[in-house]
């Protein structure tokens, strides 16, 4: 409402204002209201007067449901929302757990020795119940502890066990240096724990001394120590959590935990929940880039790839690739013809490995559009898909809706942004998709909640290259594929997990560009 004060204010000034240019020429800024009219399932249709004010249309599309294991463990049960649905019920793959055949999360610490009793009892504290505050209870609910919430123990080591690694973080010689000691240190201790029990969750504690330390850029060389770490342990097979200091002292307990509780029980290859918008006969796919500047011409220009190709929603994996051939426009690497049809044969035989046939349908995601070159080279890659569906996803700063709510025949301003879900057609391969928007509150359903509650949410455009699906099903699966991001415990991520995944393994593939032809699982990489 303030924002629409403000804009309110400024249409006044600016319009029905006459601006004489010459003798026979006025110029005149009129008004001119721009409405979206949208359908909502039970929901009354529009007035005719007010549909005749609508100047575009759309829908409301439900958000995706995800799927749990009721806490008995003998059948599915489905919630829209993550931590609502698990603190009901139990993760998807609780299975597992009453089997036997994964009974506990395990935990390995590297730290220095100096810090060894705050990360102990951080980490001890994940047993504890926490309660969200004031301004936290529209989005959170209690933290039971661990093993209430998960279903299972949580391991932690103490100091001097064998899963507790002692860091020597003391270095020598310049900030780039010192930075590239420290990575070596953290990799050999990863080896050696990569030697023990296979599953173990690596917690690697990041104290705020190793601030310069974390990314240095040097005249001819940057380094990351995050992603060097990281891609050293996907290499082993290994899950790592970075905790950082500031991360030990944050007072919001409630939500530190949740969020902590679920990256580690997902890093230990479990699976808290599965979407229910994917089918047994399609793969996903989410394309990213990433420039090496400091890899020589023709091998600086990295692809990353996600493929999920299981109807359980969890086979997310990455893939990287090179762009033999890259097409630089403005700022942005294109494929050629030849590396596109590559990457389709790729995307091909990975969906057959898994499932021994190929799927009838494959969707394909991407920050930027599909040159002509591509569109060819992916098909011709991909021959043999029934439907092959090409689709661009942005996220549109310049355009900001305002949700109205009907008083009879009139409309006043809502106090809460547009529903998520609220999908406007534009024409007809192009519709404006709000994933960032008005949710139900947590605590009292029939109440919104606003992730973030600051600002107004910007829409994804949504544009299609190549495809037949319709409009609900392609913004369904965004949805869904919104709430895949497991490193945190938000609602919804604003982008799909396809394309959140592609660019990290893009971002993380310098250090993992010897290895180029391996698959590596999401998990390894958040």
């Given amino acids: 409402k303030v924002f629409d004060a403000d804009l309110q204010h400024w249409i006044a000034k600016l319009t029905e204002k006459e601006i004489q240019l010459s003798a026979n020429l006025v ?29 575009q249309s759309g829908l409301i599309v439900p958000d995706t449901p995800l ?18 649905g698990l603190v009901t019920n139990k993760p998807w ?83 780039l240096q010192t930075a590239k000691q420290l990575g070596q240190r953290l990799c050999h201790a990863l080896e050696a724990i990569s030697y023990k029990k296979t599953g173990t969750v690596v917690l690697i504690y990041v104290p705020t001394r190793w601030r310069e330390l974390n990314m240095v850029q040097a005249e001819s060389e940057q380094f990351n120590l995050h992603d060097y770490v990281k891609a050293y342990a996907a290499r082993r097979g290994l899950s790592t959590q970075f905790i950082r200091e500031e991360t030990t002292r944050n007072q919001q307990l409630c939500r530190i935990r949740w969020w902590l509780g679920l990256a580690l029980y997902a890093k230990a290859l479990r699976t808290p929940w599965r979407i229910n918008c994917i089918d047994e006969e399609t793969a996903y796919v989410g ?7 400091e890899a020589a011409l023709g091998k600086h220009i990295l692809l990353g790839c996600s493929h999920l190709y299981s109807a359980r929603g969890e086979g997310l994996q990455f893939r990287l690739g090179r762009i033999e051939n890259p097409v630089i426009r403005g700022k942005n690497p294109f494929m050629s ?12 035989q990975l ?9 009838k349908r494959v969707v394909i995601h991407k920050r930027t559009y599909f040159t002509q070159d591509e569109q060819r080279g992916l098909c011709q890659g991909l021959e043999g898909i029934v439907n092959v569906e090409l689709i661009e996803i942005n996220i549109e700063e310049s355009l900001r809706y305002l949700a109205s709510k009907r008083n009879g025949d009139s409309l006043s301003i809502d106090s809460f942004p547009v529903p998520r879900g609220t999908t406007v057609v534009l024409n007809g391969h192009s519709v404006l998709l709000w994933v960032h928007g008005a949710a139900p509150n947590i605590a009292k359903p029939n109440f919104k909640y606003y992730q973030g509650k600051r600002r107004i949410p910007a829409p994804l455009l949504i544009r299609r290259y190549s495809g037949q699906s319709d409009v609900v099903q392609v913004a369904s699966e965004i949805l869904g594929l919104s709430k895949m991001n497991w490193n945190h415990f938000d609602y919804y991520s604003q982008l799909p997990a396809t394309l959140e995944s592609a660019g990290a393994i893009a971002r993380v593939g310098k250090y993992l560009s010897a290895f180029s032809s391996a698959a590596y699982d999401y998990r390894l990489l958040i």
């Avoid at 799927?67 to 609502?84: T, W």
């Avoid at 013809?337 to 091909?348: L, N, Y």
């Avoid at 969906?351 to 799927?359: C, I, Q, S, T, V």
Wanted: glycine share 8%; hydrophobic share 35%.
């Fill in 337 to 348: 013809e030849d590396d596109a049809r590559r990457t389709g044969e790729t995307i091909r």
């Fill in 67 to 84: 799927i749990f294991s009721s806490k008995s463990g003998d059948r599915e049960v489905q919630d829209v929302h993550p931590l609502h």
């Fill in 287 to 293: 394309i990213g880039y990433s420039i090496n500047h």
């Fill in 93 to 175: 793959d609780y299975g597992l757990t009453q089997s036997g055949l994964a009974t506990q999360v395990d935990l390995a610490i590297v730290c220095s020795e100096q810090d060894a009793r705050q990360v102990q009892h951080f980490l001890y504290r994940m047993h504890e119940r926490a309660r969200p505050g004031k301004t936290e209870q529209d989005y959170l609910l209690d933290y039971p502890g661990f093993a209430q919430a998960f279903g299972l123990p949580l391991n932690v080591p103490a100091p001097g066990d064998p899963n507790w690694f002692n860091l020597n973080d003391h270095g020598t010689g310049n900030v």
């Fill in 351 to 359: 969906f057959f490995d898994a499932k021994m046939r190929l799927p």
């Fill in 27 to 55: 110029f005149r800024i009129r008004k001119a209201p721009w409405y979206a009219g949208l359908h909502q399932k039970n929901k009354p249709p529009l007035s005719n007067q007010l549909k005749r004010v609508a100047k």
